[in-house]
């Protein structure tokens, strides 16, 4: 069987060290190669092509968040895990933005990282719990305080499977594929969906998948 | 410092005190000089006045006097004359009677001389009298021996004797009027010497008068140029200080974000990371023990709660020190992690909206615009009971706006500066911009900023 190779970009040293010793503990998953800065990330990835990149968010040099626009504009092949400490939806909607596939709290770390590598290298996303849990309870305090319905409920069901299918990461094409539909009608729920539940491109409709805790 | 300051004051409010004293001394001096200088000079010239009134009266009475005595002198003689040519046989004639009376007339005018006189004038005129007595005294022999003589030949033998006399007695009579002129003028000219006197008296403390004033202005004026310097001297010391101050405090606003900055990366880099992989190394262990060794597992998940609470309080921490979203992802992320962290801990939502922020702004820019909001919604969440707060920044051309809007209690804007809005409009000054707080009670808070943007490349680290 391949192993999953992954890269690991945090400029601290401990950290990193300890990630590897828990990666490879496991029998399918191989560390090619740590990088300590953004840059670093950049060169190496590019050089090593590996499957998963698991990057620390603040680096010097270059953050991560920015090396990751940087590769998955390059290598979009590249599935890449931020790791983080802040659970807050700013963080977690520019990851997705920058192109990240996965957002590892660093708490958690320990408990969901086999986990988060394994999802996005079968091209699915994965959130820490809790970063779902507090995007979640941010989101019904906001629609409770202001008094206002939840939008989610005026979605059809179909709707609803295509938020789904889209935010795992699936195309238009697949999505039409798995549910028996044209790719045309495929679009329309899905804009009807962005619509409605007023988002603005796919890293916001995946925040909001995760807030509702349709995909973890 | 302060007391140095305070004793210095005391010094110079006494000193003060002591100069206006002597200037109401000097001043008053002046005017009293000049008063009594009027004074005296009037009263010396009444004075005066009056001396020559005197004189004159004197001279006039003593003239009018001698004018009576030698008119009547002349009226005697005149009649004796007569008496004695025509004898008193003749008809409409004289007698010796006649005579006598014109010499009770001349007696009479000697005894009404003023008593005021000198004694050289009271010797002339007992001559006078002495020589008239004489003369009296040989009319009366003369009358009493007439009897039986010619008049011719009495006339003859008493004539000459008694025409010395009279010459006699006219000429001490022009000795007296001289002696009344003399006099006159030696009072006359006593006068024109007091006169001049007062005069000379009058010059000189007018020119004394003079004197003093001039001093006492040269004195002023120096004084006056002196004050001038000094309080120059303290304005631009003022001045300086003032801007030292406002020097000190820009530094103190930069010298706290930087220590902010740094204590917070410290924290978080250092000991949160530390902390970090301690927990990924405590799951390593727990692995390792095997799973029914409940002890060490109680003690492995022990360990590892705790250090999730420090974890979490520096974590905190450090975000409050300077919230890495900052650097990380630029000020409007920040602002919107900021509003959400107001609204998990408190009552208050807020929402946070932008518009065409760049994220390439300088460094002081963002943390100013950042501090402002976090320190407009602390205040509204900790004090103004407000449900609600907006904050939007918006960046147009060279120039950030920044407003933070809640519905709280609001506050008298005008009156209350506490050390948080201090704080505002120091960062938003020094950055050249303005900063403007409307808010009354029970209307809510407006704070609105303009801030500079186009001031270079933020610091990225």
């Known amino acids: ?216 | 410092m302060s007391t140095q300051v305070v004793g210095d004051d005391l010094q110079l409010r006494k000193r003060a005190r002591k100069l206006r004293r002597i200037l109401l001394l000097a001043f008053g001096g002046l005017l009293t000089l000049m008063v009594v200088a009027g004074l005296d000079a009037l009263h010396s010239l009444r004075q005066l006045d009056g001396i020559e009134r005197q004189v004159n009266q004197r001279y006039s009475t003593h003239t009018q006097a001698l004018t009576t005595i030698l008119i009547s002198v002349h009226v005697y003689h005149d009649q004796m004359e007569r008496y004695l040519l025509n004898g008193e046989s003749s008809e409409g004639s004289i007698d010796a009677d006649d005579v006598q009376n014109c010499g009770a007339k001349v007696r009479d005018a000697l005894q009404e001389y003023p008593a005021d006189s000198e004694p050289d004038e009271q010797a002339l005129l007992s001559e006078i009298q002495q020589k008239f007595t004489e003369q009296e005294n040989s009319f009366i022999i003369l009358v009493r021996q007439r009897a039986g003589e010619r008049p011719q030949e009495r006339l003859e033998r008493m004539g000459e004797q008694m025409m010395l006399r009279r010459a006699y007695i006219l000429r001490i009579s022009r000795e007296v009027s001289s002696l009344n002129d003399h006099k006159l003028m030696e009072a006359k000219q006593y006068l024109a010497g007091s006169f001049r006197n007062v005069q000379t008296r009058l010059m000189s403390m007018v020119a004394l008068s003079l004197l003093a004033g001039l001093l006492l202005s040269l004195l002023g004026g120096f004084y006056i140029l002196r004050l001038e310097r000094q309080s120059r001297t303290r304005y631009e010391e003022l001045v300086a200080s003032r801007q030292e101050l406002e020097a000190l405090s820009t530094r103190l606003v930069d010298a706290q974000e930087e220590e902010r900055r740094s204590i917070s990366r410290e924290l978080h880099d250092e000991v949160g990371q530390t902390l970090g992989a301690l927990l990924v190394d405590l799951g390593q262990l727990s692995k390792v023990v095997p799973a029914e060794d409940n002890f060490l597992q109680g003690h492995i998940a022990r360990i590892k709660s705790i250090v999730e609470t420090a974890v979490k309080s520096i974590r905190n921490l450090a975000l409050l020190l300077r919230p890495p979203m900052l650097d990380d992802l630029g000020l409007v992320p920040a602002l919107e992690w900021q509003g959400r962290e107001i609204s998990r801990r408190g009552d208050m939502e807020v929402d946070v909206y932008s518009e065409a922020v760049s994220e390439q702004l300088a460094d002081d820019v963002k943390v100013c615009v950042y501090r402002l909001v976090q320190e407009a919604l602390t205040n509204a969440a900790r004090h103004s009971g407000a449900k609600h707060a907006q904050v939007s920044v918006a960046q147009s051309g060279e120039k950030i706006r920044a407003q933070i809007v809640d519905d709280g209690n609001g506050f008298a804007a005008e009156r209350v500066r506490g050390m948080g809005i201090l704080g505002m409009e120091e960062r938003v000054k020094r950055l050249g911009g303005s900063l403007i707080i409307k808010s009354a009670r029970g209307k809510g808070t407006t704070v609105l900023a303009e801030i500079p943007a186009a001031l270079g490349v933020g610091l990225k680290s």
């Open chain 1, 1 to 216: 069987m391949r192993k999953i190779r992954i890269l690991l970009a945090d400029d601290h040293k401990l950290m990193r060290s300890g990630l590897r010793v828990l990666l490879e503990q496991q029998a399918d998953l191989t560390v090619v190669g740590e990088a300590s800065d953004g840059r670093e990330a950049v060169a190496l990835a590019a050089s090593q092509r590996p499957d998963v990149l698991v990057m620390d968010i603040g680096m010097p040099s270059l953050n991560g968040i920015e090396a990751a626009t940087q590769i998955a504009q390059s290598h979009p092949q590249i599935a890449i895990v931020m790791l983080s400490m802040h659970s807050d939806e700013s963080y977690v909607l520019r990851a997705l933005k920058a192109g990240a596939k996965g957002y590892l709290l660093k708490d958690s770390a320990e408990a969901d990282l086999i986990r988060a590598v394994h999802s996005v290298a079968e091209g699915k996303s994965f959130f820490s719990p809790a970063v779902s849990k507090v995007l979640l309870d941010d989101y019904v305090r906001k629609l409770k305080r202001s008094g206002t319905e939840d939008p989610y409920d005026l979605l059809t069901p179909r709707e609803r499977e295509v938020l789904q299918l889209v935010a795992e990461g699936k195309s238009n094409k697949e999505v039409a594929q798995l549910l028996g539909l044209s790719v045309y009608t495929v679009e329309t729920h899905r804009s009807n969906t962005m619509e409605k539940l007023n988002l603005h491109g796919v890293p916001e409709l995946i925040l909001y998948a995760v807030r509702k805790g349709i995909i973890s």
